[in-house]
Antibody, heavy 119, light 105 residues
């Protein structure tokens, strides 16, 4: 059974940093692109970052480019999101999601972790 | 590519045939998926590549469309279908629609 379990969320002040983790199990992690998607309270979904199978290629929307860094450790079946210079508009539930290879839609999602940016 | 979903809120009765719309600002080339999100839960993949049903999803869900216009249809609404539905395009970048909230009348 595919499982994605996020951790590392919490309350952080504007301008500070936070690192999210996602532990994957039930599939061969190194064979899949992975991504982070967020959802602000009572809002829609926003793609945040994508990483290739080896980690050599990463993709970001303009809203987080230069502030967020996605990475992975295939030996640990883990995905990470380093978030720097956080803003109040980064407040959201962050989901770890698996991408179908070469198709780029998400087939499995974690339960999400809440990040609140507030002073 | 921006996606516009309509309506934003839909009220329907059990057994109704329900149609949700998703319109792209550019041609999506059928690289469109639909997700269902129940309150407090993660999104669940229903449909990918416009009309392919994800494993385990009931056959009352179906997708159609082409170009810029796509549709999710629920042939006979069930109480457990109450949720918000998001379309998602992966033809050019990765973007979600704003969602359609489906409630029971």
């Amino acid at each position: 059974e595919v499982q994605l379990v996020e951790s590392g969320g919490g309350l952080v002040q504007p301008g500070r940093s936070l690192k999210l983790s996602c532990a994957a199990s039930g599939f061969t992690f190194s064979n899949y692109y992975m991504a982070w998607v967020r959802q602000a309270p009572k809002k829609g979904l926003e793609w945040v970052a994508t990483i290739s199978t080896s980690g050599s290629r990463t993709y970001y929307p303009d809203s987080v480019k230069g502030r967020f860094t996605i990475s992975r450790d295939n030996a640990k079946s883990s995905l990470y999101l380093q978030m720097n210079s956080l803003k109040s508009e980064d407040t959201a539930t962050y989901y770890c999601a698996r991408l179908i290879t070469m198709a780029y839609y998400f087939d499995y999602w974690g339960q999400g972790v809440m990040v609140t940016v507030s002073s | 590519i921006q996606l516009t979903q309509s309506p934003s809120l839909l009220s329907a009765s059990v057994g109704d045939r329900v149609t949700l719309s998703c319109k792209g600002s550019q041609n999506i080339n059928n690289y469109l998926a639909w997700y269902q999100q129940k309150l407090g839960e993660a999104p669940k993949l229903l449909i990918y590549n416009t009309n392919s049903l994800q494993t385990g999803i009931p056959s009352r869900f179906s997708g159609s469309g082409s170009g810029t216009d796509y549709t999710l249809t629920i042939s006979s609404l069930q109480p457990e279908d109450v949720a918000t539905y998001f379309c998602y395009q992966y033809n050019n970048g990765w973007t979600f629609g704003g969602g359609t909230k489906l409630e029971l009348k």
